[in-house]
């Protein structure tokens, strides 16, 4: 066999290996959505199907009718969005200034940060439950949101990709007598756009499927975001297969959906920053 052949040959037994690969991870989730279209009971067979005999909506028009899915879906949207928005400029501002600024104590407050990030989260739960607790935030969207307006990995993100910013492009903005925040604003921020998309991805995603931590801290049903909705609902519906189904592609739906969009964009901010690192 010639070596051009050989190679077309060995291109194949790779793409064909992936594509399998490809159709057995993504098998559960594709089952996933064809049990959220069955009628009542057929996830249930043995063997299961895996395409429903006849399609219905039925699920999705109990899930929002009778369980108020509706509401958490609201709740998620809003406390995600937040997060998002409000992590973006802390971190930002945050991984900017040890990048460029400097000030006494930089390099030891910054490695002081990289040491939390070996820290589970779940150490941090109590004492920061006791803590939103003592700020009367417990119940409410705020205790969702404020500890995770900043991130280490976030600000560790912004500062790798910040620090490929000419130092002659900032100081050049100073000698024209622009200030610290119309340089962050204008020279910056620009500079940024890649690294922004990624890390935005990366909290609305964590936000939207964070189940621990709203969980802990809010106990009115009416302000659950959705995993903590479909857990509910699991507990009270344990024997409606379909609805479940339901249930979790709505979960999971809005963050396939951004991940796609926006996969060109994160990918790029991550494959930058780690060269500029």
């Not at 490929?164 to 100073?174: Q, S, Y």
């Not at 024997?239 to 189904?245: K, Q, S």
């Not at 926006?262 to 901010?269: C, F, S, V």
């Amino acid at each position: 066999m010639n070596p051009v052949g050989e190679g077309r040959w060995q291109a194949v037994r790779v793409n064909g290996a992936l594509l399998v690969l490809a159709i057995l991870s993504l098998a559960p989730l594709l089952w996933m959505v064809s049990v959220s279209f069955m009628p009542r009971g057929e996830a249930s067979h043995f063997p299961p199907p895996f395409l429903p005999s006849s399609a219905t909506l039925e699920n999705y028009r109990d899930l929002f009718a009778r369980t108020g899915m509706a509401r958490n879906f609201g709740n998620s949207l809003l406390v995600s969005l937040a997060i998002t928005l409000l992590s973006l400029l802390v971190n930002t501002m945050a991984g900017y200034a040890f990048a460029k600024l400097r000030f006494r104590g930089r390099e030891r407050v910054f490695q002081l940060l990289l040491a939390a990030l070996v820290v589970p989260a779940q150490v941090a739960m109590l004492p920061l439950f006791l803590l939103m607790k003592q700020l009367g935030l417990v119940n409410s969207y705020w205790g969702v949101i404020i500890p995770g307006m900043a991130g280490v990995f976030g600000i560790f993100l912004v500062r790798q990709y910040a620090r490929g910013i000419p130092d002659d492009l900032i100081e050049a903005a100073r000698i024209d007598g622009a200030g610290e925040l119309r340089i962050f604003v204008q020279v910056v921020l620009p500079m940024l756009k890649p690294v922004l998309a990624t890390l935005a991805v990366f909290t609305f995603m964590a936000a939207w499927n964070d189940f621990m931590w709203p969980l802990i801290v809010l106990t009115d049903q009416e302000r659950y975001t959705l995993p903590v909705a479909l857990a509910a609902l699991s507990r009270e519906h344990i024997m409606d297969v379909e609805l479940m189904m339901a249930g979790a592609v709505v979960t999971v739906l809005p963050v396939l959906l951004l991940f796609l969009l926006l996969q060109r964009y994160y990918i790029q901010g991550l494959l930058l920053g780690s060269v500029k690192g």
